[in-house]
């Protein structure tokens, strides 16, 4: 079970959406691109949902090199 808390100011489907593109983004970085701190990463339409949130996850993982 996932319990996420959102800001009041969003609907249901806002947050909802939020949560499910990063979700996303983690399941194609992680499961199937398995990154490492080391690798380079080329994310396509990164101005999309998905996009940003791969940016956001890929430097977490570079931060900790």
């Known amino acids: 079970m996932l319990l996420l808390l959102f800001p009041s100011n ?11 593109s990063y979700l996303t983004a983690y399941i ?7 990154i490492k701190p080391t690798d380079f990463v080329l994310i396509t339409a ?3 949902s998905v996009g940003y949130s791969a ?3 890929a430097k977490t993982v570079s931060e900790q090199q």
């Open 55 to 57: 940016i956001q996850l």
């Open 46 to 48: 990164a101005t999309s």
């Open 10 to 20: 969003l609907s249901f489907a806002q947050g909802a959406a939020i949560w499910m």
């Open 28 to 34: 194609a970085l992680f499961h199937y691109g398995q």
